[in-house]
C-alpha cells in the first residue's frame, strides 16, 4: 500500500470522526410554556434543535418524557412529536389530573445522539372539568373527571368543520353551537370527498373538503393527491390544535374521527404510515382534556373488525390519560363491545323506532357482562332525504327531535345533525350544518333538543333507569322506583289511525305505578321548553290528567323529603 493510500484512508477516517463528533455535540435547548398551569391544562416543553441535520425528523427522531408528581415514585411516559417540516422543533405535552407540584425529565434522541432535560412545574387547582368518563357507579352515563358532575351527552355532526380556512368561521361555529347546549362535535382529523349527497355545498373560497394531515403534492385532488405519509402538514395539524383548544374553553368535546370511506387516499391498513399517523395524533392531542378517538366513519366500508381491535388497543396503550374512544360502523353489529378500549357505542341506524332499538342495545351490551353507554350517532340528517332515508316528513327538525326523545327515554344517548340547506358557496351561503358546522339563526332544530337537555339535567337522571312497564298508552318511563318518575308521552295521533302512524295501544289515560309516598309534579312541554307546576302526587298509582294542550309532552315526578 503506498503511502498516498494510507495518508487518504487516515484523513476520510478523521473525516468521518469529525462528523460524527459534530453531530453529536449539535446545540438542543429546552423551554417550558409556564412554571404553573391549571390541572386539566397541560404544560409543554420544546426542544430547539439548531441546525437540524435529520433526513425525516418524522421518522429519525424523538422526544419522549416522563411525569409525575414530585417525590412520587408513579410517572407517566408521554411521547413528543416534531412541530416543524426540518425538525427544528420538537414538543411534549403533558396534562395533570390534580394540583401539585411535579417534576419530568425529557430525552431528545437522533440516531446515537441523545440530550435529556429536566424540569419543575406546578398544577393550580383551575375548576376544570377534565375529560369525560365513564360513570363507573352508573356506567350507562357519563361524567366529568374532574368535577363528578354527569355530563348529558348532546352532540352534533361536523365532519369538515377543520376545512374552514379561517379561524373565525370555525369559533363561530363552535360558539354557536355550543349556545344550543351541544357539547359534542363529531370532527374529521382526515378525510376528504367530492360527494355532497344532494345537499346545496361546494368547495371553494373560504372552505375546502380536503383535509389532509400529511404533506401532498395536489391536496385538492380526491384519489390522487400525491401523498408522502412519512411527512406530515405541520400548519393544519396547529389550526386543528387551535380549533380544538377553542373548543375545550367552552367545555366541548370533539370526537376525532380518524378517517372516513368518502375516498381512498389512505395509508393502507395496519401499515407503518398507518400507524404512524395514528401514533402522531395520540401524541399532539391527548393532552388536551376535550378529546375522544372515533376510528372511522363508516368504518366497516373500509377497515375490518380485527383491524378496529386492534387499532383501538394500539390507541389505549398510546394515550396517557385512556380517552374514551369508539368506532362507527355503517352495521352497528360491527362493535368491539366487551373490550377495555372500547368506551361507548356508536351505532348508526336511521329507523324511527329508536325507543325500542336502543332498549335492544342495552340489552345487546349487557349480554357481553361488561356495561357502557349506548349512543345512536346518527340516525338521520335535518331536511336531508338520501335513498336510505326515511320518507318526507321524518327528517324535519320536529320529527329528528321527538327521535331524540326516544332515544333519551331508553337511557340512552344520540348524535343529531343540522340542515345543509342555508348553503356553502351556493347562495344564501350561510349554512352548511352536518357537512362543515357552520349555520345561522333559522337553522333551529337543535333548540329543540336544547330543552330536551333542560328538561333532563333538571333532575338525576343518571341514578334512572328505563321503566316502560310502570306506564300504559305508548308512553315511555325512565324511573327510580320510589325516587324519581320521568315520564314522556310522543305525539298521540287520532284514534282509529294506528295502523299509519305506527302506533300501539295509544289511546286512552295513562296511568302510572308508583311507590307509595307524596311526590312533586312538574309539566313539561317538550317543543317550547315550558314547565308548569302541578298538584302534588300520592302513590302508589295516579291517572294522569289531560295535559295542558301541548304537542307532545313530559312530567316529573320526584318524592318529597
Known amino acids: 500500500m503506498s503511502t498516498r493510500t494510507v495518508l487518504g484512508s487516515t484523513w476520510l477516517l478523521m473525516l468521518a470522526l469529525s462528523s460524527t463528533l459534530l453531530a453529536n455535540s449539535k446545540e438542543v435547548t429546552f423551554g417550558q410554556s409556564s412554571p404553573s398551569v391549571e390541572a386539566y391544562d397541560f404544560v409543554e416543553v420544546t426542544a430547539n434543535v439548531a441546525g437540524p441535520d435529520v433526513h425525516n425528523p418524522f421518522t429519525d427522531a424523538t422526544l419522549l418524557g416522563s411525569f409525575g408528581k414530585t417525590g412520587a415514585t408513579e410517572r407517566t411516559n408521554v411521547e413528543g ?115 355532497w349527497w344532494g345537499e346545496p355545498v361546494m368547495p371553494g373560497g373560504q372552505f375546502s373538503p380536503f383535509l389532509r394531515p400529511w404533506i401532498a403534492e395536489k391536496p385538492e385532488s380526491l384519489e390522487s393527491p400525491g401523498i408522502d405519509f412519512t411527512r406530515f402538514n405541520i400548519p393544519y395539524w396547529q389550526k386543528w390544535e387551535r380549533m380544538a383548544r377553542f373548543a375545550r374553553e367552552r367545555d366541548v368535546i370533539l370526537s376525532t374521527i380518524l378517517d372516513i370511506s368518502t375516498h381512498h387516499a389512505q395509508a393502507p391498513a395496519g401499515s407503518e404510515d398507518e400507524r404512524r399517523y395514528i401514533r402522531y395524533a395520540v401524541a399532539r392531542l391527548s393532552a388536551f382534556s376535550n378529546i375522544n378517538y372515533d376510528l372511522g ?52 341506524n336511521w329507523s324511527r323506532k329508536q325507543h325500542a332499538l336502543m332498549l335492544e342495545e342495552r340489552a345487546i351490551q349487557k349480554k357481553t357482562g361488561r356495561i357502557i353507554p349506548q349512543t345512536n350517532e346518527e340516525y338521520g340528517y335535518e331536511d336531508h332525504y338520501p335513498h336510505w332515508a326515511p320518507a318526507p316528513p321524518a327528517e324535519s327538525s320536529e320529527a329528528l327531535r321527538q327521535v331524540a326523545w326516544d332515544i333519551a327515554m331508553a337511557g340512552a344517548y344520540g348524535t343529531a345533525a343540522e340542515s345543509c340547506r342555508r ?60 325516587e324519581i318518575y320521568a315520564v314522556y308521552v310522543p305525539i298521540r295521533p287520532i284514534c282509529g289511525n294506528r295502523e299509519h302512524f305506527g302506533y300501539e295501544d295509544e289511546c286512552g289515560d295513562i296511568t302510572i305505578k308508583l311507590e307509595p309516598g307524596t311526590y312533586d309534579a312538574k309539566w313539561f312541554n317538550a317543543v317550547t321548553g315550558e314547565t308548569i307546576s302541578s298538584p302534588t302526587v300520592q302513590g302508589p298509582s295516579w291517572t294522569l290528567p289531560n295535559p295542558p294542550g301541548w304537542m307532545d309532552w313530559a312530567l316529573l315526578l320526584q318524592k318529597r323529603p
Not at 350561510?430 to 330536551?452: A, E, F, P, Q, S
Open 423 to 482: 348553503g356553502t358557496n351556493i347562495w344564501p351561503d350561510t349554512g352548511g350544518g352536518w357537512i362543515n358546522g357552520r349555520g345561522d339563526d333559522t337553522m333551529v332544530m337543535l333548540k329543540g333538543y336544547g330543552h330536551m337537555v333542560d328538561f333532563f339535567t333538571s333532575f338525576e337522571w343518571w341514578k334512572t333507569e328505563p321503566h316502560d312497564e310502570l306506564v300504559n298508552h305508548g308512553a315511555y318511563c325512565l324511573a327510580k322506583p320510589g
Open 81 to 195: 412529536f416534531c412541530d416543524s417540516a426540518d425538525g427544528s422543533i420538537f414538543r411534549i405535552r403533558f396534562m395533570p389530573s390534580k394540583p401539585g407540584e411535579y417534576s419530568y425529565s425529557i430525552a431528545y434522541r437522533q440516531g446515537a445522539f441523545e440530550k435529556t432535560y429536566t424540569g419543575t412545574f406546578r398544577a393550580v387547582d383551575g375548576h376544570r372539568r377534565g375529560p369525560v368518563r365513564v360513570d363507573p357507579k352508573f356506567p350507562w352515563h357519563f361524567m366529568w373527571e374532574g368535577t363528578g358532575e354527569h355530563y348529558f351527552f348532546n352532540g352534533t355532526t361536523a365532519y369538515w368543520l377543520p376545512g374552514w380556512r379561517e379561524d373565525g368561521t370555525i369559533e363561530y361555529s363552535i360558539e354557536r353551537l355550543r349556545n344550543l347546549k351541544i357539547n359534542r362535535l363529531r370532527v374529521l382529523l382526515a378525510g376528504a370527498t367530492n360527494t
Open 297 to 348: 366513519d363508516d368504518l366497516d366500508s373500509f377497515r375490518d373488525e380485527k383491524w378496529a381491535h386492534e387499532t383501538g388497543t394500539l390507541i389505549e396503550s398510546w394515550d396517557p390519560y385512556k380517552h374514551l374512544a369508539t368506532s362507527h360502523p355503517v352495521h352497528r353489529e360491527h362493535q368491539d363491545r366487551s373490550s377495555d378500549w372500547f368506551g361507548f357505542t356508536s351505532i348508526q
